[in-house]
């Protein structure tokens, strides 16, 4: 169930909660931590009469990763459960309504436009983070904010200004159960004004990587002197190796993530 086909906040939550790896008791502390709250709250909420006042409802939006859009439904809907007249949850239900419809308009718009376009590209080539967390929620749909900051070592605002673009683009989408992946494709040809910043943040990845020296990284450097036929048969081989590689990669299911970054290049200024 996505948020927006969720006919009330709770039913969504309990939807969510199930979704999670720790599941239960273990979100619903988490939850009660994260809001400054005991526990038995939290479960009279879930479970009973008590609703969620809208600042913790509010507060809980960035524990949920919602971007805007995402989180004034959710505040919509405590709204509406919170009403305390038939005609204020009725004033209420409309709202709801007209909210629904849009964002449904919206995810059909996004899946029948599959391509990034240019200011979508810009934006998603500017940091790493992007493709990094792309390729993470592809290994674990259940990743949430949490889990996203603390494996790539950024601020949970940051994973969640990261997300929220990825939702709104369409690379991601939210499912039943937590992330997937999106309509949206990626691809950067060699000419794109976006390669060299593409390049660039990864290398500057690999070289942070380099202090770590996990044993399953490989790193090399080499520069050499060879001769022309063989510089030419290099160049030749490192397209087919990565045919190869991508023939490999694409039909194996995501379980881990890997940066593969080659260079093979002239390093003076001779013109041949």
Known sequence: MTLFEAPEYKEFLRNWVSSRPAGGRGEYRRIAQVLGVSTTLISQVMNGDKHLSMENANTLCEHLGFNDREADFFLLLVEHARAGSFTYAQRVERRIRFAREEALKL?????????????????????????????????????????????????????????????????????????????????????????????????????QAMNYRRKDDFFLTGPMSLSKDVADRVLKELPDFVEKITKWVGPSPSEVVRCLNIDFFDYTDNAD
């Open 107 to 207: 995810q059909t718009r996004v899946q029948n436009d599959r391509q990034l376009n240019p200011v979508e590209m810009a934006t998603y080539y500017s940091d790493w983070t992007f493709t990094g967390v792309t390729n993470l929620v592809a290994c674990d749909p259940s990743m949430d904010l949490e889990l996203l900051s603390k494996r790539l070592q950024i601020s949970r605002a940051q994973a969640a200004r990261v997300l929220e673009f990825l939702v709104d683009s369409g690379i991601l989408v939210r499912g039943e159960h937590g992330l997937d992946m999106g309509a949206k494709w990626t691809f950067l040809s060699k000419d794109s004004p976006f390669v060299a910043k593409h390049h660039q943040n990864w290398r500057l990845q690999g070289f």
